[in-house]
């Protein structure tokens, strides 16, 4: 059984449809890339699974259970941890502050802030700072981090490297192969399609809101991604579960 | 000089008590409570009653008053405030307004229009002073409000920035939506900050009735009291609803010093004086008053 099993969901904004009848699985331990150009509805779909958007149709199911109306609050507590792009940390409070809300109370676990700030020894002398005064890097980990917190069964992760410089990038995705190798599950929305391959096991490109192209990261070729990318290449229509 | 500086500074806490509840509602719900002073003059009405009629003496009368005004608070949350700010920013305002008048007419039908006090029931305490040197005459009433005022606020601050439950409130003061995707449910927190609202709405209609007298309409007068010492703090600010208030307060003392009638005219003069120069240094006119009144919890 897949940790979790998106079917056939439908995310509107308004008039606009983001998401069109997306659907696709993910096992416990895998990393799923989800690419795709601006506007592909890959934030959306991300934000959908996470219970910040309800969906208009179609069902998310995490752990055997179907999050169909729950918030996303709850989502967290099933363990169902967001990343949301921008980095969105709370800028008048501190790192450690930002680190302790992401503390879920009952859920199994060793994340701390103690771990948090190994893993991302950039932040330990940044532990009392206000996360306004951060650094883009050191926003991200902490974002990261803040979301480890609740010692998540699938961490959602949306363009972690948008806005970075090159070197801050390589430390991030350095940090992200250490929670990938401890088995977190992870999906990770990203504009890089080489950091996005090389990291994942299956990857997943949408356009204009549909699932374009489906696959293992190993088996599908650069080349195959970049043309779903740009909808030069078109595999089914409405998704093609993994 | 200095007699009517100790007295408005004294004031000041009653004034940052009243105001830091409005202040708080604000800050975490983006609320404007227009219902703020009426909820105190029932929290009043409420130990008058127990005080009159069972005989439970005032202080003690807190701990059934204290806690009933939490649950108004969460339920005013739950069933009614966050209902209405569904509905657009203005809708709460007219809520509360409504909600107001409602309390006002409920009081004056159950209680008439009569004026009325806790002094009685405090003994002494209304009117025993200390005196200082220099021929001060410091109320111990005075100094308990005051005390309680910045044990409170201090509380607050404890609270906000040393537990989960605070730290949660704050999060959702500044972005409820971030706040739901790492676990915070927004609506419990801001349920949680108006029952914390109302205690301190409660406690301050407490020395609203001890150090004076009350009737069903007093609320209004107590909410612009309220409503000037938060702004003149900077509304949200926990510390600065008690500069505010001191500020207001002795504003009205040397106003009162300067004329017979200068109590409410000084009061009302240092607020708008604040105003305009958050105005005018803000440097974008009214927007800029307006990015500056929505200030976060701290």
Redesign the interface.
């Known amino acids: 059984m897949s940790l979790l099993s998106v079917e056939d969901l439908v995310v509107r904004h308004g008039l606009l449809q983001a998401v069109r009848g997306v659907s696709f699985g993910i096992e416990r331990g895998e990393t799923l890339a989800l690419v795709g150009a601006n506007g592909a509805g890959k934030t959306t779909l991300l934000r959908a699974i996470?219970?910040?958007h309800q969906a208009a149709s179609g069902r998310v199911v995490f752990d055997g259970a179907d999050l169909s109306g729950v918030?996303?609050?709850e989502r967290?507590?099933k363990g169902i941890?967001?990343v949301?792009e921008g980095r969105?940390l709370?800028?008048?409070?501190t790192v450690e502050?930002n680190l302790?809300?992401?503390?879920?109370a009952g859920r199994p676990g060793d994340w701390s802030v103690d771990k948090v700030l190994d893993t991302f020894p950039n932040l330990k002398p940044r532990r009392h700072a206000k996360a306004g005064h951060l650094s883009g890097g050191e926003q991200q980990a902490t974002a990261i981090g803040?979301?480890l917190m609740?010692n998540p069964d699938l961490l959602l992760l949306d363009e972690v490297s948008l806005g970075l410089s090159p070197l801050v990038v390589d430390r991030v995705y350095a940090s992200l192969q250490g929670l990938i190798n401890s088995g977190t599950t992870i999906i990770l929305v990203e504009q890089d399609l080489n950091r996005a391959l090389s990291v994942s096991d299956k990857v997943i490109c949408m356009l204009e809101g549909r699932i374009v192209l489906a696959g293992d990261s190993k088996s599908v070729s650069r080349d195959e991604v970049t043309k779903a990318y740009f909808g030069l290449h078109r595999k089914g229509a409405g998704g093609v579960p993994a | 000089m200095t007699n009517q500086i100790v007295q408005g500074i004294l004031l000041g806490g009653y004034y940052a008590l009243i105001a830091c509840g409005l202040s708080f509602m604000f800050s975490v719900m983006r609320i404007i409570n227009l219902a703020h002073g009426s909820l105190a003059v029932l929290s009043a009405f409420a130990l008058w009653l127990l005080a009159s009629h069972l005989h439970v003496p005032p202080f003690l009368g807190l701990a059934i008053v204290l806690p009933l005004m939490a649950v108004i608070g969460w339920a005013l949350q739950r069933f009614l405030l966050e209902r209405s700010a569904r509905g657009g920013a203005l809708l709460p305002i007219l809520t509360t307004f409504g909600l107001a008048i409602v309390i006002d007419n409920v009081l004056f039908e159950q209680f008439g229009a009569d004026t009325r006090s806790l002094a009685p029931f405090i003994g002494s305490l209304s009117y025993d002073s200390w005196e200082w040197p220099g021929s001060i005459y410091v109320g111990k009433l005075a100094v308990i409000i005051f005390a309680t005022a910045v044990v409170l606020l201090g509380g607050l601050q404890l609270f906000l920035t040393r537990t989960g439950l605070g730290r949660s409130i704050r999060a959702t003061s500044e972005d409820p939506d971030t706040a739901g995707l790492v676990g915070v449910d927004a609506r419990r927190a801001n349920a949680l900050a108006a029952a914390i609202a109302m205690v301190t709405v409660g406690l301050a209609g407490a020395f609203l009735g001890m150090r004076a007298t009350f009737d069903p309409y007093a609320g209004a007068t107590q909410l612009l009291f309220a409503f000037e010492a938060a702004v003149i703090g900077g509304a949200g600010s926990l510390w600065g609803t008690l500069v505010g208030g001191i500020v207001l307060a002795l504003a009205q003392t040397l106003g009162a010093k300067v004329h017979p009638q200068g109590f409410l005219i000084g009061g009302h003069v240092a607020f708008l004086i604040v105003l305009f120069i958050r105005l005018y240094t803000s440097g974008l006119g009214l927007r800029g008053l307006l990015r500056f009144s929505t200030g976060k919890v701290s």
């Not at chain 1, 302790?100 to 879920?104: A, E, P």
Request: avoid cysteine; charge should be positive.
């Open positions: 996470a219970g910040a918030p996303s609050h967290v507590r941890a967001l949301p969105r709370f800028v008048q409070m502050e302790l809300l992401g503390r879920v803040r979301a609740s």
